[in-house]
């Protein structure tokens, strides 16, 4: 996310410093597993992700790095007669608001969409064919390159450690190198969006999530051209990673927290979903697996633009798991809400007034 708004803002000749306590997306970004959908149950989040879509698309020609964005797919696989009522409405307001190639899809096609898939129990699917999974370490290194080439200065190794304020504004950012003067901050440390937040006496409502993946070897039943599948009773997906299958899902159990370390027990029981979901998964021998976190917020939305608290500081946080998505657009659209006054989607869902207000709307299509 600050890469991406590193390069929007310089580009308009903003006068921008990323500061990176460790190496430029070594946290979440580097963790995540590079989906990239529009099937969300928010509209707000549907017509972000339409406008991030036509980013990634265009991402090469737009800062001349590939995204190796390969349009693949996403299906959802519904089990559930609720969840079935609930993407009909889906359905719908996807075709109002543009999202017209997303489609029903029943078990006998998915079954030949997804050869390794197990249908026996599956109630619907849909399908949205210019969803995909794209390389976080690609995108990053794209808008880290282009950032810098716009003149932001891009530092690893520089831990902000408190935030000055004066006359109800923010006035400078203490870091382990020193102080910066700025009138403006933007809060983009992910998962510890809040200690950021705690800084400036704010509560930012970012809460960390383990949320971890497994990758196989080669593994020809899931092909390149296999679609991102998601089981969305379990949470279970998998897609073609390289020649083998990368596999997450979520363990809805597991309180807050910064651990990181792989669970291999709860990586056990989505084995057995794995097996359940995608029988022939059950011989895919497991290369890797690692853990990262999600950064939560109570209605899974993001946190975008000013906290009115406090003049100058800005979030760009809180994507609650769809954030390498999330950010190309994410970041285009601060940058107009900054310098414009006005943004070309709007992004007032995503305000930070909204906790204080309780107008809280949930975004149900959350892995
Ligand atoms: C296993 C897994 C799978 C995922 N799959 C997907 C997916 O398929 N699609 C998708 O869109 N999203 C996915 N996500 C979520 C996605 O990774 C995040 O939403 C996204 O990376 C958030 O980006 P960010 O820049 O906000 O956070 P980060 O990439 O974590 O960047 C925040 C940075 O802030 C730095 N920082 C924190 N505090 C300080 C400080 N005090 N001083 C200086 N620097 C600081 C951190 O070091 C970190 O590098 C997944 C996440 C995980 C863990």
Known sequence: MGCALAYQLAKRNVDVVLLERATLGSQSTGKCAGGVRQQFSMEANVRLQRMSVRMFENFEFETGHPADFRQIGYLFVLTLPQHIEDFRHNVEMWQRVGLTEARWVDPDEAARMVPALNVEDVLGCTFCPSDGIASPADVTAGYVSSARRHGARLKEGVEVTGIDLAGGRVQGVRTSAGDIATRLLFNCAGAWASSIGRMAGLEIPVLPYRRQVAVTGT?????????????????????????????????????????????????????????????????????????????????????????????????????????????????????????????????????????????????????
């Open 219 to 367: 593994f020809p039943t899931v092909p390149r051209t296999n679609p991102m599948t998601v089981d969305f009773q379990t949470s279970f997906y998998f897609h073609p990673e390289g020649d083998g299958v990368l596999m997450g899902m979520s363990d809805r159990s597991e309180p807050p927290g910064y651990v990181t370390e792989v669970n291999w027990d709860f990586l056990e029981k989505m084995f057995v979903q794995a097996e359940r979901r995608a029988p022939p998964l059950a011989g895919a021998g497991i290369k890797t697996a690692w853990a990262g976190l999600y950064e939560t917020t109570r209605d899974h939305q993001a946190i975008l633009g000013p906290v009115p608290e406090l003049e100058g500081f800005w979030c760009a946080a809180g994507f609650s798991g769809h954030g390498f998505m999330q950010a190309p657009a994410a970041a285009l659209l601060l940058t107009q809400l900054l310098l414009d006054q006005r943004s070309e989607v709007d992004i007032s869902p995503f305000a930070f007034t909204r906790f204080a207000k309780g107008s809280l709307v949930h975004e149900k299509n959350v892995i």
